[in-house]
């Protein structure tokens, strides 16, 4: 991984402590792909039209000028349709990248009414679009644009928008979660508090920035991992530590940061610890990285059978799977990861579970099916 790929996820987890903005990581993006502009898009599914619109240029003082030609095409056209999230509904709804060149051939992209009144004065060649967070009523899809110029995209473009794209979804699925809270002071800790998964946030030397109650209550019952000095102990004996402290470091020097997990398989009692990153704070200049770890002294831990899920609730059995997921993981994109199935997948059944169980959001799922299954 590069620095500035390292730069690039600083700047979107940045947004998790309100030290930077989804725009502000957009921005970055496009200047490490040498993209002219982009957008962050909220499109309605069901009636394909976007709903609202967020410009971001390279060159922040072209944002005015996109606006305007966003508003001039929208006053003569009416609600706007952006080709290609149209010529590529279906995949882009499947969570997948989707490129003008391979979905929508530029003959007939630039014959479209959209790009002849706002990318053609732009000087745009190619476009790309994903979405970075969706849900039944609506989808916030990114889309960048760059011009002949830049080229085609390369391996090392494409890398990053792959890495971008995963840690993006992230953030957005964190400021979800933090919209739960009332506080602005300790909006983070209020949040965590309400999910079932026990869960300790940690700077880069293991130094506790807080633990929620869950995760208390566990460290009151197993040795193996411990809080001494408000720093983060594992292990019960030495080898055992030396295992951990050679992973921590190992996650902390690389930047693996994709729900990276450290399981000693010792014939002992299971453990395993999945960390993600969560947020940069600065300090004279310097990134303080921060991590959010969640703690499993055992994934097996004698829940009821799936058939409870599908008896109780009429879920189909990958509905329920993805239940459980949910209670250990606490994500789409995690829970996706563990099932071996795409997070759009995750997020559609989710909207039936929803639907069946009459919980509202993830986290009022995780709490109750946990407190039933346990």
């Known amino acids: 991984m590069e620095p500035s790929d390292l730069q690039l996820i600083d700047q979107v987890y940045a947004v998790t402590t309100r030290e930077g903005s989804l725009k502000d990581a957009a921005h970055t993006f496009l200047v490490q792909q040498n993209e002219l502009a982009g957008a962050i898009v909220h499109y309605d599914p069901h009636k394909h039209i976007v709903k609202k619109i967020e410009p971001v240029a390279r060159n922040p003082d072209h944002e005015p000028l996109i606006q305007g030609l966003l508003e001039l095409y929208m006053t003569e056209a009416g609600p706007l349709q952006h080709p290609l999230i149209e010529a590529g509904y279906d995949n882009i709804g499947k969570g997948e990248l989707v490129i003008s060149d391979d979905t929508l051939p530029y003959p007939s992209f630039k014959q479209t009414a959209y790009f002849q009144a706002v990318l053609a004065p732009l000087g745009v060649r190619r476009t790309m679009a994903w979405v970075a967070w969706g849900s039944e009523q609506s989808w916030q899809v990114f889309i960048s644009s760059r011009d002949s110029l830049a080229g085609e995209y390369g391996e090392s473009e494409l890398a990053r928008v792959k890495l971008f794209k995963r840690h993006f979804a992230r953030a957005i699925y964190t400021l979800e979660l933090l919209g739960n809270a009332h506080c602005s002071k300790r909006f983070f800790e209020q949040a965590i508090n309400q999910v079932p998964q026990a869960m300790v946030a940690v700077d880069e030397q293991l130094n506790v920035l807080f633990c929620n109650p869950t995760a208390e209550n566990l460290l009151r019952n197993y040795s193996t991992v411990s809080i001494k000095s408000n720093k983060l102990n594992f292990g019960s004996d030495s080898n055992e530590k030396a295992k951990f402290n050679h992973w921590w470091k190992l996650l902390t020097q690389t930047g693996l940061t994709d729900s ?99 919980y509202k959001n993830q986290v009022q799922l995780a709490v109750n099916i946990t407190a039933e299954t346990s």
């Open 260 to 358: 990276a997990k450290f399981n000693p398989i010792d014939g002992k009692k299971l453990w395993e610890i999945e960390a993600s990153r969560i947020s940069t704070t600065p300090r004279a200049g310097i990134p303080r990285r921060h991590w959010l770890l969640t703690l499993k002294p055992n994934p097996s831990r004698g829940e009821k059978p799936i058939s409870y899920l599908i008896n109780r609730y009429g879920l189909s059995e990958s509905e329920a799977k993805v239940c459980f997921a949910l209670c250990d993981t606490g994500d789409a994109v995690s829970i996706a990861q563990s099932l071996g199935i795409t997070p759009n997948t995750a997020r559609t059944h989710l909207k039936h579970i929803f639907k069946k169980t009459g």
